[in-house]
Structures are given as C-alpha cells and as structure tokens.
C-alpha cells in the first residue's frame, strides 16, 4: 500500500460558521493560517508551543491550542474563533450582539491588557459548555491553560461563572 | 518548522507501510510533534496522518478488559465513566496532564511516547551545550549543570533524564498492554515493560533508545485488566495545575476483608487527594489485601516499586506502616548531587497514593 504525500493540501472547513476552501503547506499552523492568511487576529501567538492558551480556538466546539493544530487536520471540521463568539447566538453577522462570556467579562473586569482575553473567552465558552463550571476550584482547573501575565484571574473566574450561572438560567 | 510532504492514511495497515522510509512521521494530535519540528529534536520529510482512523478510536469494555483506542484523547480517556470506575489511576493521571485545550489534542497512543522535559534537551537547535539525546557523543550537560529534577533510578553517565507521561504510570501500574501493529503484524507490548532506563537501553547496545517500539510500529490502542479495586494517582508539582510532575504515583489497593468489611474505595477523581473513601464506622485497622504502585518522574520508565507489592498484602492502611514498606522498596534509589529531595518525595507520594487508593486519605 502507498499513499500520495502532497507538498500542497486542499483542505475545506468551516470558519465562523462559512464554508472555506484553501491550499496549504502541510505545515501551516491553524493559528498561523487565521492570522497571516484570513486576517483573523483575534487568536494571538503567545508562546507558539501550547503553553501560555492564548491562541485558543473551538473546533467542532471543543477548545484546542491553534499553535498545536495543522489546518491540513481541520479538513472537515468547524473552526470557531473569538470573531465568532458575537454572531454564535443569533446567526447574525461578525460583530453583532457580545456573547454572553464577552458581556460577562465586560462585566467583571476579567482582563486588563488583553492580551490573553481570546483565549481565555474561547476556553471559557467551551469550559462552560463541558460544565466544568462549577465553582471557583473548578473553573481555576479547567481555565489552567490560560494565562495571563496581569494575573486577572480572580476576575476571569467571577466572570466564567457569572455566565455559566446565566446560561444555566435561560 | 520546516516543510513536510502530507498524506492522509486511510488505514493503520497503510500508515504502518510509510513508515519503512526513513524521516516519515507519524502525527495524530500532534501536541508532541510540531514543537519537535520547531526545537529541532525531530525532522520529517513526509507526514503521515492517522486521525482519522476510526479503527483507532473508542473506550469499551471487552470482558475482563478495557480497551482503550489509541486516538482517544486525554480528555476522552480521563472523563469516560468506564474509565473513571475500572482504572480510576488512569482517569486521573489523564486529567492531571497537561491543559483542558492540549487535552482536548494530545491522545492517549501518542501521550507515551512524548519525550523528556529535560530543559536542556528541549532546546532550539543549535544546541548551545552538550545532549546526547541530541547529538549522540556530545555529554550530558544535565549532569554537569542543573539537574534537580532529573532521575533517581536508572540513569547512566551519558542521560540523567526522566520519562514525564502521567498516563504512562498509571498504565505500567495497572498492568495495561500496548497493541502495536508493525510490519510484520500487531503484537503487544506490556506498558510496565515499554520505557528503558538509560541503564536497560545501554545494556541492550542502544543507549539512547527510549521504548521498545520500533521505529516502523504505531501504537493502535491499550488493553487493560479491569480493576474494582480503589485507585489513586497522586502528582506532585510545582503549581497547582497545568505543570509536569516532579513526582507522581498510581497505586491501585484492595483490602483484605476484615472487622470493617471490604471496602470498596471508589476511583479517586481529578484531584487524588479529594475527600478520601467513606471511613468505616467502628471498623478496626483496615488492612491490604493486595496492591499495585508505581512512581513517575523518578527514572525514564514508570517505576513499579514491585518488593513493596510483594510485602503490602496484610500491612495496615496506615502512613506509619506504609512508610518502611516503600523505604525498603526505593533503598536501591541513586540519587543525583542535587536531587536527593527526590527520594523522599517520591516515597510520601507512594504512601499518599496507596491511603487515597485504600480510602484512608
């Protein structure tokens, strides 16, 4: 049996909920492929090997590390980033009403440069989901790939379970 | 990182055919493998990519076994409720590694086959200072320099490193098989037996080898025999999360039937230190029947601590009779100039995780 090793790859995708067709090097990064070929800066390089949980990003709605992510991997899948997050609810457009996490960070102070807000919106949304927000200890454990170096976390943590507590109420 | 051809395998049989060629690549999460590519402890002219072999995925129960696909991811393995209530240590050890994002990425074939955390072997080639795992002949600058968090057991002159997988301890403590396919076949290799020390790898003529995989085999899954004993995975870090181990230990603990009854003490959560088993009311000493425990982050394989397995049956559930039981167990330990701390945390992560495995932490 051989298989064909391509130095160019199609791959199709959903982006923010739009289907999306491009060719590739199979080694561009996810988060490399959003910044420099979409424009899509929202999810940023911190540390570029999945320390630091700045460039988080859904896929099929799960959170995972952009930087650890070929876009040849995501053939078939849905990639949601930050500039997502807003028109996630009401299938509006990009930049419609915040989503919840976002009005909740808002809300609570959750950050201070911002820097680190992306990902931690991206982690939050799928922490929430998971339901592992449940209390401080927890919300702390499942929000431990993200940090952020103006050490926010206190308000991060008021703020992931301020939405969960909302959405729980809807 | 440099350019790589791609190839999407469509079976295991076809991604085990590519890899004959020398610099072929296997990814599937790819948490471990693109950061090699950057460091430069790895390069691939082709990539060949198992994820999407569903072959490879799925957790069930197959009689007396547990079969564990190796595409699973530490969050799939860590969060499963056959995983959590039949191999409670392994469950545990997959949540406390890594982030809940790299988890969601890292599966659980490629988990053991992540390489060490040694700094100054995870560096950005060219390497400023001498690492045999890198440049075979070059020296150890471990040894020489800083090397704190480096091996207690096995290690030679040439490596200090250690072996930093949490799943990978509890998979050796619970007597888990690899199933491997190759060339010529699938075979299965027991976990407690998959790492080499430095010293076994340097005995066998191959110093810087690290498991008995071999270069043309992948990994398809793991079998393990159920347990409904109480289980345990303690991991000892610098911060609270999100941190490599400087110690761990799974321990997996049945106890003898006695004043109080047995006990099953359920499958310890995320965190192994949680609230403990439910205490027998008006239950006298409770005492082992029999158990299994393994360390990590000691040598460059998990460390079964098999004199103590062999001397735990009947010894009470206590720290203050544990506590000898594991001394003797670890007194063949080597300690290096700077981390002889090593010895005695590893030994109270022991006895912590055998109390949490028997219900009494």
Redo the contacts between chains.
């Keep these: 049996m051989t298989l064909d090793f391509a130095r160019r790859v199609e791959v199709t995708l959903r982006l923010n909920a739009r289907s999306r067709t491009t060719v590739v090097s199979p080694r561009t990064t996810l988060l490399d492929w959003l910044r420099d070929d979409i424009g899509l800066t929202g999810a940023k390089k911190g540390c570029n090997e999945g320390a630091c949980g700045t460039c988080t990003v859904l896929v099929d709605g799960r959170r995972m590390n952009g930087c650890l992510t070929l876009v040849v991997q995501c053939e078939g899948r849905s990639v949601t980033t930050v500039e997502g997050l807003a028109g996630m609810k009401g299938a509006g457009e990009v930049g419609g009403e915040l989503h919840p996490v976002q009005r909740a960070f808002a809300d609570h102070d959750a950050f201070q440069c911002g820097y680190c807000t992306p990902g931690q919106l991206m982690s939050a949304v799928a922490c929430i989901a998971e339901g592992h927000a449940t209390d401080d200890a927890s919300v702390r454990e499942w929000m431990s790939g993200n940090i952020c170096r103006c050490s926010a976390y206190p308000q991060i943590t008021a703020a992931v379970l301020a939405a969960a507590r909302e959405e729980a109420g809807r | 990182?440099?350019?790589?051809?791609?190839?999407?395998?469509?079976?295991a049989?076809?991604a085990v055919?590519?890899l004959a060629a020398p610099r072929t690549a296997v990814?599937a999460?790819?948490?471990e493998l693109?950061?090699w590519?950057?460091l430069g402890i790895a390069a691939a002219d082709?990539?060949?990519?198992i994820?999407g072999l569903d072959e490879l995925r799925g957790i069930a129960r197959d009689g007396d076994e547990l079969r564990i696909g190796a595409l699973a991811t530490l969050n799939e393995v860590g969060e499963h409720p056959l995983v959590t209530r039949l191999a409670g240590a392994l469950a545990s050890a997959c949540l406390q590694a890594?982030?809940?994002?790299?988890r969601?990425?890292a599966t659980i074939g490629g988990n053991v086959l992540q390489r060490t955390r040694c700094p100054y072997f995870r560096a950005e080639e060219p390497l400023p200072w001498p690492c045999n795992k890198r440049d075979p002949g070059s020296g150890c600058a471990s040894l020489a320099g800083r090397h704190e968090r480096q091996a207690i057991f096995g290690w030679t002159q040439d490596c200090v490193a250690v072996q930093p997988s949490d799943p990978a301890v509890a998979l050796a403590a619970l007597d888990a098989r690899a199933d491997v396919l190759g060339p010529a076949g699938p075979r299965t290799i027991p976990m407690r037996e998959f790492h080499l020390t430095q010293r076994e790898a340097a005995a066998a003529g191959e110093p810087m080898r690290e498991t008995r995989l071999g270069a043309d085999e992948l990994i398809t899954g793991y079998r393990l025999p159920v347990s409904t004993a109480g289980q345990a995975y303690v991991k000892v870090r610098e911060r609270?999360?999100?941190e490599y181990a400087i110690v761990s230990a799974a321990a997996d603990v049945r106890l003898a039937e006695g004043a109080g009854g047995p006990r099953a003490a359920g499958a310890k959560g995320?965190s192994a230190e949680g609230a403990g088993g439910p205490r027998a009311a008006g239950a006298g000493e409770q005492r082992i029947a029999a158990a299994r425990v393994a360390l990590g982050s000691v040598a460059q394989r998990p460390w079964r601590l098999t004199a103590a397995e062999a001397e735990l049956p009947g010894t009470p559930l206590t720290r203050e009779a544990l506590l000898p039981v594991i001394e003797r167990a670890m007194a063949d330990a080597v300690p290096l100039p700077q981390n002889g701390f090593k010895v005695t945390m590893a030994r109270n992560a022991a006895v912590r995780a055998l109390l949490a495995a028997g219900g009494a932490a």
């Design positions: 990182m440099r350019d790589f051809a791609y190839a999407r395998a469509g079976t049989e076809a055919g590519t990814i999460g790819g948490t693109l950061n590519f950057r082709r990539v060949v990519d994820g890594a982030s809940a994002q790299v969601n990425r609270a999360s999100y995320q």
